[in-house]
């Protein structure tokens, strides 16, 4: 079972960037996918999800700039974030959850964000 994520860095204010994560090793089907961050000092929060028929979920801080993606064939989700702002400095983490049987979740290892001029 493996999440993989890529794509975080340094990007100015303004800036954009492009997560993405790959799973394996678990039925992929009927599985929703998100994406959280955690700030340092904060609770770490949900930034967007989508299930595997494409419902789409964001959280009050992506609304509006953030993108989720899904293509079920390769098993890998995108967050496309444009006009990233100081307060998105984080650390990314991608996360998947099953509720049908075999029920399952996983988080991926994280990766960082960081928005600086």
């Known amino acids: 079972v493996q999440l993989v994520e890529s794509g975080g860095g340094l990007a100015q204010p303004g800036g954009s960037l492009t997560l993405s994560c790959t799973a394996s090793g678990m039925v992929f089907a009927a599985a929703t996918m998100g994406w959280y961050r955690q700030a340092p000092g904060k609770q770490r929060e949900m930034v967007a999800t989508?299930?595997?028929?494409?419902?789409?979920r964001y959280g009050d801080s992506a609304e509006g700039r953030f993108t989720i993606s899904r293509d079920n064939r390769v098993n890998t989700i995108w967050l496309q974030m444009n006009n990233l702002q100081r307060e998105d400095t984080a650390v990314y983490y991608c996360?998947?959850?099953?509720?049908?049987?075999?029920?399952?979740?996983?988080w991926g290892q994280g990766t960082q964000v960081t928005v600086s001029s």
């Open positions: 996360k998947i959850k099953r509720a049908m049987t075999p029920t399952y979740s996983y």
């Open positions: 989508i299930t595997s028929g494409g419902n789409i």
